[in-house]
């Protein structure tokens, strides 16, 4: 494989008025493009960069995340990338890399993704290395016609007023130019400039979960023939230090993470020596092909809005990688935010509804937050014991894979936190009086209970009842004797996008407990019933955010 990725698109900017401009062009950035430019809203999205994937992040794409390029028809595109679609995605904790192995989380391969939520998604999640995600992302955004993506263009600042916002950008090549958009996503990092401009605050649970890491891309020939142990695609080290290797093509290229200590900084060589001695190999075996120090911390914006400009992302939230969560709670960002923007660019839905973004996706990203915190807690615990590398020290090592098990299964078990997606305290959902059940990051029990994500469903045709939501709200029928028609009216006399949809299996009704349920454009449900409600149109008003007034139980 190359060892870089193709550079993303650029060009001139021609057009000086756009729905929405989206600063920042990583996956949650460029995912955003995909999104509004599926809902045909023009769409500008500038990156300072040159889009080249230099050093490989975010491997991990969880099933939520997949269920949502699975309606943008690219969840099977993993299957075609450098990563072996047959490799199992192991994870294996070991004492040292030549010694012993104390513990491993099996894991099936990208092609039997779907083992993964046993049967409670069309999905599941993959191994996706940022060479061939990013730009699978890309291609996808540059299909949509009203989507503009230029790379090399850095967003040199902005002016809100009561009718969008001016966006200043400058650009090498092509000199400076000045936009109008509705609206301003951004998706620029952690240290967002652009979060830092509108003086949105974080707020962070510990001084103590800042922390630095040595990371670096590494080419180690034939290292995988040496493992004495099964294949998988992460290793952790317990000696001689703590280390993680995770497999990038299956084959000689690794990325390798390790902490360090206070004070402790390295230079090239000194990062091929640490990585060498840790690997019990030759320093000359190690090719050194990218080295970066990175911080890990724990921290959620205060709002995710300021007037016409939207926080998405890392600009969002940051998280510790443990787990997985941060670019899948970003993705995640983009399908609640995008239904929101057309449905207030389009003028089916008062501006206000915006708000609902910040009070619906917060409390998610502190969650998790919070479960990748505990993930990092619990590896950090894990301390060196040269011990365990004693051939005699059996007892030794059967305890340690006993605590490494206890401890750190949570990890690769959170299904609850993938699916288990819920606003129920939202203004925009209609509570039905059924009990909130409670929340277990690891285990997902479907409900179709107003505020969690409609489960899935297989259908009579091998599809899933989620392959019926388009993008729109959507009423889904389950028996044929009750009448939606007056709520679908009720929505089209607004101009809000519906699809009506009959679901046969007796299985679907009985998941979903009624006879109608009602399915935001984001697959969450916003009400159910076993009739047409009395009052369809305040019903719409209700989970379009046109009123606020309470609404529950028939009405």
């Known amino acids: 494989m190359t060892l870089t990725s193709a550079p993303g698109p650029t060009g001139d900017i021609g057009d000086d008025a756009y729905d929405v401009v989206i600063v920042g062009g990583g996956p949650v950035g460029v995912a955003t493009a995909i999104e509004l430019g599926t809902r045909r809203l023009s769409v500008l999205l500038v990156e300072r960069e040159d889009g080249v994937v230099r050093y490989p992040t975010a491997e991990s794409i969880d099933a939520a995340s997949m269920e949502l390029l699975r309606r943008w028809g690219i969840a099977d595109a993993v299957l075609r990338s450098g990563f072996p679609a047959d490799e199992r995605r192991d ?29 409670l998604s069309p999905e599941g999640g993959v191994w996706w290395p940022k060479f061939w995600f990013d730009p699978t992302l890309r291609e996808r955004a540059a299909a949509e016609s009203s989507v503009r993506l230029r790379y090399q263009w850095a967003c040199e600042g902005f002016d809100d007023g009561p009718d969008g916002v001016i966006v200043r950008l400058v650009s090498e090549k092509y000199g400076r130019r000045v936009v109008r958009a ?168 008062p501006d206000a509804l915006l708000d609902t973004y910040t009070a619906e996706r917060r409390p998610h990203a502190e969650r998790m937050v919070a479960r990748a915190w505990h993930n990092y807690r619990a590896d950090n615990a894990i301390r060196p014991d040269p011990a365990l590398d004693d051939p005699a020290a059996t007892a030794a090592r059967a305890l340690a894979g006993e605590r490494i098990v206890a401890t750190r299964q949570t990890e690769w078990r959170s299904l609850g936190s993938q699916l288990g997606v819920r606003y129920p305290e939202s203004r925009l959902i209609v509570a039905d ?61 607004r101009w809000i996008p519906l699809d009506q949809e009959w679901v046969g299996p007796r299985r679907a009704r009985e998941l979903y407990g009624c006879a109608i349920a009602l399915v935001r454009p984001d697959g969450i449900v916003a009400w159910r019933g076993d009739e047409c409600p009395a009052n369809p149109t305040a019903l719409a008003d209700r989970v379009t955010g046109r009123t606020t007034r309470k609404l529950a139980g028939k009405y």
């Open 91 to 119: 994870i294996s904790f070991v004492s040292r890399i030549s010694t012993y192995e104390l513990a491993r989380f099996p894991r099936p391969s990208n092609v039997d993704r779907r083992s993964t939520t046993r049967g």
């Open 182 to 349: 509705r609206y301003v996503v951004a998706c620029d990092g952690a240290a967002s400039p652009i979060r830092r401009e509108l003086g949105i605050g974080s707020l962070r649970d510990s001084s103590d979960v800042r922390a630095r890491w040595q990371g670096a891309f590494v080419r180690l020939p034939g290292l995988r023939q040496r493992i004495p142990h099964a294949p998988a695609v992460q290793y952790y080290l317990i000696n001689p230090r703590r280390m993680i290797l995770g497999s990038l093509d299956g084959r000689d290229l690794w990325r390798v993470t390790y902490p360090l200590a206070a004070g402790e900084d390295a230079d090239s060589a000194e990062v091929r020596t640490t990585i060498a001695a840790a690997l019990d190999c030759a320093i000359g075996d190690v090719e050194l092909l990218d080295a970066r120090q990175w911080t890990g911390d724990a921290v959620v914006a205060e709002s995710f809005r300021s007037g016409h400009v939207l926080l998405a992302g890392d600009a969002a939230h940051r998280m510790w990688p443990s787990g997985g969560h941060g670019m899948n709670t970003g993705l995640g960002d983009v399908g609640n935010l995008g239904w929101k923007l057309e449905a207030v660019l389009r003028g089916w839905a």
């Open 433 to 493: 009086g059924s009990p909130e059940p409670a929340a277990d990051p690891e285990e997902y029990v479907p409900t179709a209970r107003p505020g969690h994500r409609a489960p899935h469903v297989a259908l009579a045709d091998g599809r899933s009842v989620l392959d019926l939501f388009r993008g729109h709200f959507t009423l889904l029928n389950f028996h044929p004797a009750v009448d939606s028609e007056a709520l679908a009216q009720a929505f089209r006399s």
